[in-house]
C-alpha cells in the first residue's frame, strides 16, 4: 500500500480501515457512517453521538492528554492526533477515499490492507490466577466514556478491583450538553438577549422544560452510565476539569470566556469552582450529586481538581482577606468549596467524601496540610508531571523526554503518599503507561488503588503483579 502519511502521535493504537470524512465542524458530522475515519482540525463540544460511529480519527491538533487523545483510548478508536497543518491538507485529498490508519506506527496508507482481525479479550480466569505478596493488585478504572468499560462489568466480582476511580464529568459537558454552563444559567434566568442564540437552546433543551433541569439530568444520566457498570464498588466523581480553551468552544462559550494564552494554567479548577461568578454552576454540579445519592447511590465520592491553596476548600475569612488582599472588587462574596457545599445541603466527610486531585507542586509541598482537612487524596500524574518539569503536557516533542518516568515526578508521587498515609487517609493515582520505575514506587510505598483505562487493565495487574514477586 501506498503511504499518505507519516507523523503525529498514535494515541489509541489500533490498525483499521474505512472511507476518509474530512469534517470541517460539528454540523457537517451528522453524515458520518459506521466504520469511517474522521479527519478535523480538532474534536470539538457536542461530538458524543458522532464519536460513537469511526472506526478512527485523524486530528490537526492534540497530544497524549488532550480530550481527545483520552476519549479514544476510552472507546477503543485508532487514533492519530498532532497530524499538523501539513498533514491534514495533504489528507484532505484524499476525502471520500479508502484508507487505512495504523495509529501503532502513526502512518496513513491508500487503500484497504488483507489483514486479518484479532480481538484480545481479557481471560478472567487467567485474572483471578494472578496473586501477589502484599496484595497491591488492586486496579480500577477511569472513565470518560462508558463503551469498553461495559466489556469488563465482570470486573465487578473480582477481589483486586478498586471500582470507578474517576469519573470525569467534563467528558458528559463536552460530548452530551455542548452549552457552556453559564449560558445555560443565563437561559435559565432568562438573560438572554441574543434570539438566534436563545432559540438554538430552546431547541437543545425542548425535552427537559428549562435549562437546569436539562443540565442536572443530563449529568446524573451520564453518570450512571457509569456507576451502574460496577455496582458493588465505590465511585469517584470529579467535578468540572475544563480549560477556558474548551469552554470557549461550548455554544455560547465565546460570551463567557477570555482568551487565555496558557489556559492549561489558568482559570480552571477549584479557583473556578469558588469565583463568585460561576456560583450557581457549582451549586448545579454539587445538586447533581445530591439527586445521584438521593436515587440510592450511596458510596461516592467527590474529587475537585487543580486545589492550588487548602483556603479554596476550607473558606472562611481568610479565604476572604486573601481575596481582598489580591484587589478583588467581589472579595466579600468569596467561598470555599466546604462553605458552597453546605450551602446546598451537601455535608463534606459526613454526606460525602471529599479529595483532591494531586496535580501541582503546592499539592506535594503541603501534603500535610491538604490531608488533614480531606478524606483522601488522589494523584494524576500527567498534570502533575507537567507542572514538576514546566512541561506541557500537550507538547509532543517534550513529553517523549519528560514523562513519568522522571524522577522528579516519582519523588513527588512518593511525598504525597507519605504525607496522606502519616494520617491514615487513603491515597490513590489514575493514569496510563507507568514505566517500571514508577510503579516499583507505589508498590513500595503501599499506594492504595492505581486506577487506569480499560485497555490497559489486564496488563497492568499482570505488570504489578510480576514487579512485586520479582
Not at 464519536?51 to 497530544?63: M, R, S, T
Not at 488532550?66 to 489528507?91: E, P
Not at 488582599?325 to 445541603?345: P, Q, T
Request: hydrophobic share 40%; proline share 4%.
Amino acid at each position: 500500500m501506498r503511504s499518505l502519511f507519516e507523523g503525529g502521535m498514535g494515541i489509541s493504537p489500533g490498525v483499521v480501515s474505512g472511507r476518509l470524512r474530512y469534517i470541517s465542524e460539528l454540523s457537517k458530522a451528522k453524515n458520518i457512517r459506521n466504520g469511517e475515519i474522521i479527519l478535523t482540525k480538532e474534536i470539538q463540544p457536542g461530538w458524543g453521538s458522532v464519536l460513537k460511529k469511526p472506526a478512527g480519527i485523524l486530528v490537526e491538533y492534540g497530544g497524549p492528554t488532550s480530550h481527545i487523545g483520552v476519549l479514544s483510548r476510552d472507546m477503543g478508536i485508532a487514533c492519530i492526533v498532532g497530524i499538523g497543518q501539513a498533514g491534514l491538507s495533504n489528507l484532505k485529498k484524499f476525502d471520500g477515499k479508502i484508507i487505512t490508519i495504523d495509529a501503532v506506527r502513526s502512518m496513513v496508507f491508500e487503500g484497504r490492507p488483507d489483514i486479518e482481525e484479532i480481538e484480545e479479550r481479557i481471560d478472567i480466569e487467567e485474572l483471578k490466577s494472578i496473586r501477589t505478596r502484599t496484595g497491591l493488585a488492586k486496579v480500577g478504572l477511569m472513565f470518560s466514556y462508558p463503551l469498553p468499560e461495559k466489556e469488563l462489568a465482570f470486573l465487578d466480582d473480582y477481589r483486586f478491583f478498586g471500582g470507578n476511580l474517576l469519573i470525569r464529568t467534563e467528558f458528559i459537558l463536552l460530548l452530551e450538553i455542548g452549552i457552556h454552563p453559564l449560558v445555560l444559567f443565563w437561559h435559565f434566568k432568562r438573560r438572554i438577549t441574543d434570539k438566534i442564540l436563545k432559540k438554538k437552546i430552546d431547541r437543545i433543551i425542548s425535552y427537559y422544560g428549562d435549562a437546569k433541569t436539562f443540565y442536572i439530568e443530563k449529568m446524573v444520566q451520564g453518570i450512571i452510565e457509569n456507576l451502574k457498570i460496577f455496582p458493588n464498588h465505590s465511585s469517584n466523581i470529579r467535578t468540572l476539569d475544563i480549560k477556558s480553551s474548551e469552554y470557549r468552544e461550548l455554544i455560547g462559550g465565546k460570551l463567557c470566556e477570555k482568551n487565555e494564552s496558557n489556559p492549561m494554567m489558568g482559570f480552571r479548577g477549584a479557583f473556578r469552582f469558588i469565583s463568585p461568578e460561576e456560583r450557581e454552576i457549582s451549586k448545579w454540579q454539587l445538586e447533581v450529586i445530591k439527586k445521584l445519592k438521593g436515587m440510592g447511590y450511596k458510596d461516592l465520592k467527590l474529587i475537585f481538581p487543580m486545589v492550588r491553596d487548602p483556603l479554596e476548600l476550607v473558606g472562611g475569612e481568610k479565604l476572604r482577606e486573601k481575596m481582598k488582599k489580591a484587589g478583588f472588587l467581589n472579595w466579600r462574596d468569596y467561598k470555599g468549596i466546604f462553605e458552597i457545599m453546605e450551602e446546598v445541603g451537601l455535608r463534606p466527610h459526613k454526606d460525602i467524601k471529599v479529595g483532591i486531585e494531586i496535580e501541582v507542586p503546592s499539592n506535594v509541598f503541603r501534603a500535610e496540610e491538604f490531608a488533614k482537612i480531606l478524606d483522601f487524596g488522589q494523584i494524576g500524574p500527567n498534570d502533575l508531571n507537567q507542572f514538576c518539569l514546566a512541561c506541557g503536557r500537550e507538547n509532543l516533542q517534550l513529553s517523549r523526554v519528560f514523562n513519568l518516568s522522571n524522577p522528579t515526578t516519582i519523588l513527588a508521587a512518593k511525598q504525597a503518599i507519605k504525607a496522606f498515609k502519616k494520617f491514615n487517609k487513603e491515597i490513590t493515582i489514575v493514569g496510563q503507561n507507568f514505566p517500571d520505575e514508577f510503579l516499583r514506587m507505589l508498590i513500595k510505598e503501599k499506594i492504595d488503588c492505581i486506577g487506569t483505562t480499560s485497555e490497559g487493565y489486564f496488563d497492568l495487574v499482570k505488570k504489578i503483579a510480576e514487579l512485586e514477586n520479582g
